[in-house]
């Protein structure tokens, strides 16, 4: 895979006990990062295969990340937030609960991200958008069917080449991204990091919890063990989080849960 992020819900290989671990976000900044990592991960598992529809749905991909990342405020968020993490980790120095080796190595990770981020002129893929034969594709792939052969004779032509060749083409043009997917994956770690899980009940199918005060809640994250049949509706705002178990149908419908349900919780500040 390109790159080792975590997709927001991950489930268990076939015949393994289930385990789910949802995820909702606080805020928008949020919402946006954990898109993104999605997208990266799913173009990561695309590239690696060989046939010339994943290799599609691949460039589908790289130019879905590039709609999401236009947002014009994204590189100087997350240049914003790289620095903020650097200085809070400077902050534990000398402190004898804190493996210095391990917090010198994540410092480094961090300078080198933020390094990397402010290099990139402009936003995310403004690389690519001077590449008019992307940008034909771009421009035509999200119509049903618009990438046929007859509309789009030089994209087919690149479909027929062996699956190296289209490979080394899709990391070439992923490679103006990279940047923003190693900043946003040290991001994202170490906000999963701040949480601590414990174990809650879904009385009935529900749970509520305050949230601490003075304290602002970014992430909430969420693992179910050994019920895949539910599925949680979560809500939250500054103040409480609620989380309603449903449970779906033979067609696949929701309805509420009624069972005790014990899961396990973590606030991510």
Same mark, same amino acid.
């Given at each position: 895979?390109?790159?080792?992020?975590?997709?927001?819900?991950? #489930?268990?290989?076939?015949?393994?006990?289930?385990?789910?671990?949802? =995820?909702?976000?606080?805020?928008?900044?949020?919402?946006?990062?954990?898109?993104?990592?999605?997208?990266?991960?799913?173009?990561?598992?695309?590239?690696?295969?060989?046939?010339?529809?994943?290799?599609?749905?691949?460039?589908?991909?790289?130019? =879905?990340?590039?709609?999401?990342?236009? &947002?014009?405020?994204?590189?100087?968020?997350?240049?914003?937030?790289?620095? #903020?993490?650097?200085?809070?980790?400077?902050?534990?120095?000398?402190?004898?609960? $804190?493996?210095?080796?391990?917090?010198?190595?994540?410092?480094?990770?961090?300078?080198?991200?933020?390094?990397?981020?402010?290099?990139?002129?402009?936003?995310?893929?403004?690389?690519?958008? +001077?590449?008019?034969?992307?940008?034909?594709? &771009?421009?035509?792939?999200?119509?049903?069917?618009?990438?046929?052969?007859?509309?789009?004779?030089?994209?087919?032509?690149?479909?027929?080449?062996? +699956?190296?060749?289209? &490979?080394?083409?899709?990391?070439?043009?992923?490679?103006?991204?990279?940047?923003?997917?190693?900043?946003?994956?040290?991001?994202?770690?170490?906000? &999963?990091?701040?949480?601590?899980?414990?174990?809650?009940?879904? $009385?009935?199918?529900?749970?509520?919890?305050?949230?601490?005060?003075?304290?602002?809640?970014?992430?909430? #994250?969420?693992?179910?063990?050994?019920?895949?049949?539910?599925?949680?509706?979560?809500?939250?705002?500054?103040?409480?989080?609620?989380?309603?178990?449903?449970?779906?149908?033979?067609?696949?419908?929701?309805?509420?849960?009624?069972?005790?349900?014990?899961?396990?919780?973590?606030?991510?500040?």
């Amino acid at each position: 895979m390109l790159w080792n992020n975590l997709p927001a819900c991950t #489930r268990p290989a076939h015949g393994t006990r289930a385990l789910i671990r949802y =995820e909702f976000p606080f805020n928008e900044s949020i919402r946006t990062l954990l898109r993104l990592e999605h997208l990266f991960d799913r173009l990561g598992q695309l590239v690696v295969r060989d046939a010339a529809l994943d290799h599609h749905h691949a460039l589908a991909t790289l130019f =879905e990340i590039m709609d999401v990342a236009a &947002r014009a405020d994204l590189k100087s968020d997350l240049l914003k937030d790289l620095e #903020r993490q650097r200085a809070r980790l400077n902050g534990y120095r000398d402190n004898p609960s $804190v493996s210095q080796p391990v917090l010198d190595d994540m410092v480094s990770r961090i300078d080198a991200a933020f390094k990397a981020l402010n290099q990139m002129p402009g936003k995310a893929g403004a690389a690519l958008t +001077a590449n008019e034969w992307l940008m034909s594709i &771009r421009s035509r792939i999200h119509i049903p069917g618009g990438t046929c052969g007859f509309d789009l004779p030089a994209y087919f032509a690149w479909q027929q080449f062996d +699956a190296p060749r289209r &490979r080394s083409d899709l990391l070439r043009w992923a490679a103006s991204l990279m940047p923003l997917a190693e900043a946003l994956r040290l991001l994202l770690t170490l906000l &999963r990091d701040s949480g601590s899980p414990h174990t809650v009940l879904a $009385v009935a199918g529900l749970y509520q919890q305050s949230l601490p005060p003075g304290r602002t809640c970014q992430l909430l #994250r969420l693992r179910l063990n050994g019920a895949p049949e539910l599925v949680p509706e979560i809500s939250g705002h500054r103040l409480m989080v609620s989380v309603r178990l449903m449970q779906q149908d033979a067609e696949g419908r929701l309805k509420p849960s009624t069972a005790d349900t014990p899961m396990e919780l973590t606030l991510c500040l």
